[in-house]
Every structure is written in C-alpha cells, then in structure tokens.
C-alpha cells in the first residue's frame, strides 16, 4: 500500500481538463512548511518525467497545460486541454517527516478518450 | 546534456546479493542528493533510499532498511546499491535519480530478476 493515495484511473476526451489527486497526511503533502510535492509523468517503457515540482512549479519545458496545486492534505495536478499524448501514469511524490524521507503515490493511469 | 547509467543488473538467486552502479556526467553529482527508486513489474514506482551531497547521511524505505546500502563516490560521480538477502518481489527495474526539485534527472534504469 502506498503512502500517498492516488485514484487507480482517470479519462477524458481531448480538448477537457482532468484532474488527478493525491492524498497523504499532515507529515508530508499536508506538511505546514514544506512544500515538497512533485508529480511524474511515464509513458509506457520510459523513465518518469517531472511535471510538477514544489507543489505548483512547471519546470521549463512542459507546457502551461499543466499545472499543480495543493490545499491540506491533498495536492492536485490539472491537466487542461488534454492532448492524445497526455496518455500515460501520473504518479505524485512527497518528501515526509518520517523517517522513510520520500514518498511516492500509487500512480494514476490517464486515458484520453 | 545530464545522463545518469545504471548498471550491474541481471538474474540473481533468492537470497543471494547484487551491487548497482550509476554514473552520472554533465551535472552537479556532488552537490545533490542522490536516490535509488524501483518500479516492480506493471507496478507503480517505489522510493527505496536517499544519500545526501556529501555521503553523510541516507535514508531507506522500510521495505529495503537494512538489506540495503546506499553509498557514493563524488571523485568518480558514481551512486551505488549494495543489496543484500535478495527476494523474488525485489524483481523491479532500478532508477537512479537526482530529485531535487526542478533540480530532477532520471536514468533509463536496470532490471534486477531474483530468481532461481
């Protein structure tokens, strides 16, 4: 069982706006100083790619399609006008106060319709 | 441009050890943390262990805590995994990883199979 919960699946049909989840608790996503949370996009066969760094920053070169947010215990990454290449596994990660220092979500696998 | 190479995967017996290597070029090695990070078959990725810039301090995933060993070398930019008393659900490609924020680099990872 992961740390951080993510839903297993999410769809949508191009050009419609989606938006994965992650839940964890107040020792790491809900953490009231760090703000530690990235998401991962991989494509089947290829190694992850960072979406999302520190809760809500969209390193150069991903698009502004992207973007991440965070309120409590749960932070959230909104794909907007999904493209068919958006089709992959969203996984979140969080560094946490326990002693285990970084935690990674289940993974969500997007379907563009 | 960045590259990171894991190396020293394969098919190794239950209970038997193996070492992973990654050699990083064309970034700042020894000023980040560095981590190891599996992905099982079909399954989704695993943190396993953390070392910090400068060798000093780890921390390990309870799954892996005290079977396996991070550890670094920054004369010769190198990361390695000293895993030990191997087990059939260790079977995972192995990622080596520089996960510091925007700061985020990725190798193309290497499959260990415990097997007998």
């Known amino acids: 069982q992961s740390a951080l919960t993510q839903p297993a699946s999410v769809s949508g049909s191009p050009g419609q706006s989606i938006t994965i989840s992650c839940t964890g608790t107040?020792?790491?996503?809900?953490?009231?100083?760090?703000?530690?949370v990235s998401w991962f996009q991989q494509h089947p066969g290829r190694a992850p790619k960072l979406m999302i760094s520190?809760?809500?920053n969209r390193p150069s070169g991903v698009s502004s399609r992207f973007s991440g947010s965070k309120s409590g215990n749960t932070a959230s990454l909104t794909i907007s006008g999904l493209q068919a290449e958006d089709e992959a596994d969203y996984y979140c990660?969080?560094?946490?106060?326990?002693?285990?220092?970084?935690?990674f979500g289940g993974g969500t696998k997007l379907t563009v319709l | 441009q960045v590259q990171l190479v894991e190396s020293g995967g394969g098919v190794v017996e239950p209970g038997r050890s193996l070492r992973l290597s990654c050699a990083a070029s064309?970034?700042?090695?020894?000023?980040?943390?560095m981590h190891w990070v599996r992905q099982a078959p079909g399954k989704g990725l695993e943190w396993l262990a953390v070392?910090?810039?400068?060798?000093?301090?780890?921390y390990y995933a309870d799954s892996v805590k005290g079977r396996f060993t991070i550890s670094r070398d920054n004369s010769k930019n190198t990361l390695d995994l000293q895993m030990n008393s191997l087990r059939a659900e260790d079977t995972a490609v192995y990622y080596c990883?520089?996960?510091?924020?925007?700061?985020?680099?990725w190798g193309r990872g290497t499959l260990v199979t415990v097997s007998s």
């Open positions: 064309a970034f700042s090695f020894s000023r980040n943390a």
């Open positions: 990883a520089c996960l510091e924020g925007a700061t985020n680099y």
């Open positions: 520190e809760v809500s």
């Open positions: 990660s969080s560094y946490t106060t326990t002693s285990t220092l970084v935690v």
């Open positions: 107040s020792s790491d996503v809900g953490h009231s100083i760090y703000n530690y």
């Open positions: 070392i910090s810039y400068d060798g000093s301090n780890n």
